[in-house]
């Protein structure tokens, strides 16, 4: 069983970058694919990055180029760097555990919810 915290949430201009940190606990997490979600208020919950235990990426499309996720395997941490912020990026954001399923080319929550980090992007 893996346990995730989050932290590094915080209130930023637009433009402005954060690292949020996602850090496990268990001993099977390097071998864990780990997804940052986030959810806004009134919005569905959105996966916006995931990273596979081998270290390859994938990111929803309105945070290409803006959002990296990495994972530090023996730190038992995964960060998501958040860079050229937008207000529409306000949102609490949740780190957990997926699953690729390669039938539908996509990653599928496994893992537990956690409480969280928020994030406010001012204009």
């Known amino acids: 069983q893996v346990q995730l915290v989050e932290s590094g949430g915080g209130l930023v201009q637009a433009g402005g970058s954060l690292r949020l940190s996602c850090a496990a606990s268990?001993?099977?997490?390097?071998?864990?694919?780990i997804g940052w979600y986030r959810q806004a208020p009134g919005k569905q919950r959105e996966l916006v990055a995931a990273?596979?235990?081998?270290?390859?990426?994938k990111y929803v499309d309105s945070v290409k180029g803006r959002f990296t996720i990495s994972r530090d395997n023996s730190k038992n941490m995964v960060y998501l760097q958040t860079n050229s912020l937008k207000v529409e990026d306000t949102a609490v954001y949740y780190c957990?555990?997926?699953?690729?399923?390669?039938?539908?080319?996509?990653?599928?929550?496994?893992?537990?919810w956690g409480q969280g980090t928020q994030v406010t992007v001012s204009s």
């Open positions: 990273i596979s235990s081998g270290g390859s990426t």
């Open positions: 268990g001993s099977t997490f390097s071998t864990r694919s």
């Open positions: 957990t555990v997926v699953t690729y399923y390669s039938g539908s080319g996509s990653y599928i929550r496994t893992g537990s």
